[in-house]
């Protein structure tokens, strides 16, 4: 699961002068006048969905930010839904499929503090982002376990080549991976934002899970509706 510096990332929006209700004072203060405001109503946060799906495609992103990131597509089986998993290694993993993780540094985390001044906390380092979202001695890295899952499935790549660049891997993830059926893992995305109540894919579980009473509990499973 991403950790939240990456959802800060895949989630940060813009503002500016032709984003988005950004108005001068002399506007704010006629609409003021005219609509006086009111605290913005509480959004239901919907219980956490678990879809039956299938991976459709991986592509290799680049964000304004220049922030880059791997995204998993994927449809639901239970109603065509589509969404995606998107998952962002660490800066000098993209750079360099081929770095040596015991090369990354260990105490670059940053502490920051929440929007609405509430809590603090100390983004993850470039090592343990790498370890979280690639690989780790677990075997429970992000990208390795969608990896697992595919060749569980019997899926395979026909090139023996070892990708060298950020594109390559997408490609090699795109043809070994589309195909594989997931258990797509949907939150609500939170914070006070307009979209604090829309529901995102956080992480992939295993289908042979879906009959199991333990995993998933804590899911809206949509198979069972």
């Not at 940060?12 to 004072?25: F, H, M, N, R, Y």
């Not at 990354?104 to 370890?131: E, F, I, N």
Request: aromatic share 8%.
């Amino acid at each position: 699961m991403e950790d939240s510096a990456a959802t800060e990332r895949a989630l940060e929006t813009e503002t500016g002068d032709g984003g988005g209700g950004i108005v001068s004072d002399e506007t704010s203060t006629t609409v003021g006048g005219l609509f006086p405001d009111t605290p913005a109503p509480e959004k239901p946060v919907p219980q956490p969905q678990a879809h039956r799906g299938r991976i459709t495609g991986v592509t290799a992103e680049t964000f304004d930010s220049g922030a880059r990131a791997l995204k998993f597509s994927w449809q639901s089986l239970e109603n065509a839904q589509d969404d995606n998993l998107t998952v962002f290694p660490p800066k000098e993993y993209c750079d360099n499929p081929q770095v040596d993780p015991a090369t990354l540094r260990d105490d670059d985390g940053v502490t920051k503090t929440s929007p609405d001044g509430s809590r603090t906390y100390t983004t993850d380092s470039t090592r343990v982002q790498y370890a979280k979202r690639v690989r780790n001695k677990k075997g429970d890295g992000t990208i390795e376990s969608i990896i697992a899952l595919a060749i569980e499935q019997g899926h395979s790549v026909a090139s023996s080549h070892v990708p060298r660049t950020f594109e390559q891997v997408a490609a090699y993830l795109n043809e070994l991976t589309t195909g594989t059926e997931v258990i797509g893992l949907m939150q609500a995305q939170g914070g006070d934002g307009e979209y604090a109540d829309r529901l995102r894919t956080t992480r992939f579980g295993n289908p042979i899970n879906t009959s199991n009473p333990k995993f998933f509990r804590k899911y809206r499973k949509l198979w069972e509706s």
